[in-house]
């Protein structure tokens, strides 16, 4: 049944809440808006005038001012020029940039010549395997190999970046001492190459999603890959071919069956083996606890028997597990490290867990991406063993597609949960009918859910907004029917999918929509202290808090929340935190070529959001989310530097843990907001 009718029919609790919350909404607005035309008009009273500094202090912050900071660190007042990106220029550079390292790629060193190995394909490699060329290109070693001074050896050998203690002789050496005592740090979700393979073909099998599609009359869309028709007829051909083994099967299971009951004259004493047989003097042998056949059709079936199970069966695939039956993972009072594109990647999440988030959640994947079997989709489930409680977040609008992802995930990804990402705002994933334009229709989001719910034995949870726009909010009335489509929290951004990032989150209507919500509430939106968290737990029913940009610009935020306190962190202790990632970096992406420039670029993209982090004892008055930091000088040089908004600078710091960049190095801002200067 359509919410719509539900909505008519039903008279429950929750929707008159709802409707009490939209009315609400309303006078709220008109109060505002009486009150700042009097403000223009009339002076207002002494007695008035406190609730008015109030609302013009609101709609200051919500235009994103300047941030309050101490006079004497606040430097002269110079206009900084915005420098607009070209988006064609963006991706010439781009372009030019893959460009270079194919023309590299016989340049790199082939990695097994690298070990010491023996190629197997000689003089058809695509690599170099002229050692002395390669060193003698090859730029002065960084430092100290993290991987060989941990476990004795670097699986990067004469290609790795700092690798002046295992290089000897135009040779990579092994400290046998270390070697084997410390195993690697395993990272978790890795999909084989053989399973990558069969999701680019088409091959992965779906069992329980083709059932679902028959019995929901869900239509299925076309592989879009290479060789599409002629793989397709194939799986066709195998899946009709298989079904019509089964029918044979099963009918000659029914006639031996029906031989059996009409043959038997016997039975045996025991309840456990229920075998008949055909002559009398197998009487004796039946008394014994024993049974056994005089036909050679029964001596097959009784074979046959002990190997059936209800595995890959309609039993196994059609029982979808009940919710209190599912793992459970608990979303009361947790802090939550929101999934964050780009920057919220692995090193950076080992970082927060560090410094105290509960929760972490992998960056968005595309479920079309993930079923086709992309390699760099497929990289974002991926999880360190110190996230004792990781989610991954999909997003798609395609039913069929989200519940094969959902089926794939429950086979090969270690999940503590499942996130639809309903929130979304941009254009390129709205067009597609996902992320928040999901909301404007909830008889796919309703879809969605059940659908990926009954494949998976972890919960499921969603992220959604307030709605289309923050006049007409929406999220209260699909809110109350989540837990009934199969969901076990929902996190609502206080946001419009029209605001997108900018003024402040409405967390007055957050606070309204958990005392609707029959399922955790997760509350997300301008999380910057801990005095916010307090207030919101005192004032709300919120279960849980997710932090999403309060984390890029201080990590620690976690610890402030979880100690009540004010973190005057210093600079030193900021730059700790910045080396630690680029050695995550450098074991996760790798310490070659690819491996460092993969890690100074995620490295960059956080710098453009920490620098706007503003020292505890330099502010005059608290900090909010939205509030630009002025132009000011820290109380060290290292604090100057670290709140530069210059790419130059951001670079510098780079180059102290992954060595100079080439002269023409640039680097364009994902987030092109949060820079003023996009090259170096």
């Known amino acids: 049944m359509e919410l719509a009718e539900t909505a008519n029919t039903t008279t429950s609790n929750s929707e ?41 202090e609101i709609k200051d912050r919500s235009r994103g001012l300047e941030a309050k900071i101490k006079p ?27 460009n270079q390292l194919k023309e590299s790629m016989n340049d790199k060193l082939c990695p097994k010549i690298s070990k010491g190995l023996e190629c197997e394909f000689k003089e058809t490699c695509k690599f170099s395997h002229d050692i002395e ?42 400290n046998k001492e270390l070697v084997g005592k410390v195993e690697p740090i395993k990272i978790i ?27 929901n009359g869900i239509t299925v869309r076309q592989f879009k890959g290479k ?48 075998t008949t047989t055909t002559d009398t003097t197998t009487e004796t042998k039946a008394k014994e606890n024993t049974t056994t056949t005089t036909t050679t059709t029964n001596t097959t079936t009784l074979k046959e028997e002990p190997k059936q199970s209800n595995e890959h069966t309609e039993i196994d695939i059609m029982t979808p597990l009940k919710p209190n039956e599912k793992k459970r993972i608990n979303f009361e009072n947790q802090l939550i490290l929101a999934p964050l594109t780009t920057v919220g990647n692995l090193p950076f999440r080992r970082i927060c867990k560090k410094l105290g988030a509960d929760i972490t959640i992998g960056e968005m994947a595309l479920t079309t991406k993930l079923l086709e079997g992309t390699k760099s989709e497929l990289a974002l489930l991926k999880r360190h063993p110190c996230e004792d409680k990781f989610g991954v977040q999909i997003c798609g609008s395609y039913v069929d597609t989200a519940v094969k992802c959902a089926e794939f995930i429950e086979n090969e990804i270690d999940a503590d949960f499942v996130d639809i990402n309903s929130g979304c705002p941009i254009d390129l994933v709205c067009n597609m009918g996902a992320g928040a334009a999901l909301m404007e229709r909830p008889k796919k989001v309703e879809q969605l859910l059940r659908g990926i719910s009954s494949h998976l034995s972890c919960p499921t949870t969603i992220k959604i907004r307030i709605g289309k726009s ?44 958990s005392e609707v919500s029959k399922i955790p509430l997760i509350g997300n939106g301008d999380i910057y202290n801990y005095q916010d ?27 402030e929340i979880k100690e009540k306190r004010e973190w005057d962190i210093s600079a030193s202790e900021r730059l700790d935190f910045i080396r630690d990632f680029a050695n ?3 074991d996760h992406w790798g310490s070659d070529r690819i491996g460092v420039d993969n890690t100074r670029k995620f490295l960059l993209n956080w710098l453009s959001f920490s620098h706007r982090y503003i020292p505890v004892g330099l502010l005059d008055k608290v900090h909010y989310m939205n509030e630009r930091p002025p132009a000011y000088f820290g109380r060290s040089d290292l604090e100057t530097l670290l709140a530069s908004t210059q790419v130059k600078d951001w670079i510098k710091i780079t180059e102290m843990f992954l060595g100079p960049v080439p002269s023409d190095y640039v680097f364009v801002p994902k987030h092109n907001s949060n820079s003023y200067e996009s090259q170096g």
């Open 227 to 274: 060789n599409n028709n002629k793989q397709q007829q194939k799986n066709d051909n195998k899946r009709k071919e298989n079904e019509k083994d089964n029918e044979d099967i099963s009918n000659k299971k029914i006639k031996l069956e029906d031989e059996n009951t009409t043959t038997t004259t016997t039975e045996t004493k025991e309840k456990e083996n229920t």
């Open 584 to 586: 995550y970096g450098l």
């Open 189 to 215: 979700n890795e999909v084989s190459n053989e399973i990558q393979n069969q999701l680019k073909s088409n091959n992965y099998p779906f069992p329980k999603s083709e059932i679902y599609f028959k019995e």
């Open 533 to 559: 968290v307090v207030n919101i737990y005192d004032s709300s029913k919120v279960s849980s808090i997710m932090i999403a940009r309060g984390a890029l610009i201080k990590p620690w935020i976690f610890t």
């Open 133 to 174: 060329k390669y060193l003698a290109s090859k730029p002065k070693s960084i430092g100290i190999c993290q991987n060989f001074q941990n476990y004795g050896e670097c699986k990067f050998g004469l290609n790795c970046y700092f690798g002046e203690c295992h290089i000897v002789d135009n040779k990579t050496i092994v």
């Open 72 to 98: 004497e660190f606040v430097l002269p007042y110079k206009k900084m020029e915005k420098v607009e990106v070209d988006k064609a220029d963006k991706a010439a550079k781009k372009k030019e940039f893959r």
């Open 470 to 513: 923050e006049e007409a909010p929406t999220a209260h009335k699909l809110i109350p029917s989540l837990g009934e489509w199969g969901a076990c929290a929902v996190t609502l951004h206080g946001r419009s999918r029209a605001q997108r990032y900018s003024r402040l989150a409405n967390w007055d209507y957050i606070k309204q929509c």
């Open 16 to 56: 008159i809440k709802s409707e009490a919350i939209v009315e609400e909404q309303k006078q709220k607005l008109n109060e505002t808006n009486t009150i700042t035309n009097h403000s223009e008009v009339v002076e207002p009273k002494n007695e008035e005038k406190p609730k008015t500094e109030t609302v013009n």
